[in-house]
């Protein structure tokens, strides 16, 4: 027990560590080099019989086909023989948007109510919007409220409302080579691309349909 509490200790030891780490970090450069400026990599348990060594090189699962994040256990090799392991862990950083002001829910939201900020994302809660995200709204509006210096997600902001609660909305109907249009109530707000419910008086019925622009949408399905 003693002898194994010592081997642990040594196999800790700093210039094994960081030589293991650097050795991890040379190799997700070279297999995700797009993301490699946004990895850091931290050695959190050795075993094995490590050295530090130029040979050293680090193995991830062969079924790990996906940018490792987080812990992450690694084979470690040095010359052609398997030498020990080594439980990683990962950090992902980004550069998200964080609200620079209190936004208010179903507002509209500024490039200037937010700020870009990088900052570790490795177990973000969601998916997290990031500067090129906001180019993609032609005017944004919080879904919900959000404090001041709160990271957003990429559902915390959408479109302006294509068509609101009880407005009219006509739906083109296409089906086995028939095609018409009906006009029907909203039973849902939403906003371009967004499936909600239409009822239409004059057939009593309620459809999905997708909107594909303001007061306009598509057939879907009939419920």
């Given amino acids: 027990m003693l002898l194994a509490l010592a081997i642990s200790l040594l196999l800790a030891a700093p210039d094994a560590e960081q030589a293991v780490e650097h050795a991890a970090t040379v190799y997700l450069a070279a297999h995700y080099p797009a993301d490699a400026h946004r990895l850091t990599v931290e050695v959190r348990r050795m075993g094995g019989d490590v050295i530090d060594g130029a040979d050293l090189d ?133 906003a371009v691309g967004d499936t909600i419910k239409l009822y239409v008086e004059d057939t009593d019925v309620t459809y999905r349909v997708r909107l594909t622009s303001p007061g306009r949408a598509v057939w879907l399905e009939t419920l």
């Fill in 58 to 190: 680090v193995r991830f699962k062969a079924f790990a086909a996906e940018l490792p994040k987080g812990r992450t256990q690694v084979e470690v090799w040095q010359g052609r023989e398997k030498t020990g392991w080594a439980l990683l862990y990962v950090t992902h950083y980004d550069s998200v948007l964080v609200a620079g002001a209190t936004l208010k829910r179903d507002a509209p939201v500024d490039p200037a109510d937010v700020q870009v900020a990088w900052m570790d994302v490795t177990r973000f809660n969601g998916e997290p919007m990031r500067p090129a995200d906001l180019t993609n709204f032609a005017e944004a509006f919080a879904t919900r409220r959000i404090n001041a210096g709160r990271a957003l997600r990429r559902d915390d902001l959408r479109e302006a409302f294509a068509v609101d609660l009880g407005a009219t909305v006509v739906m083109r109907y296409e089906r086995n080579g028939f095609r018409f249009d009906l006009s029907g109530k909203a039973r849902q707000r939403g």
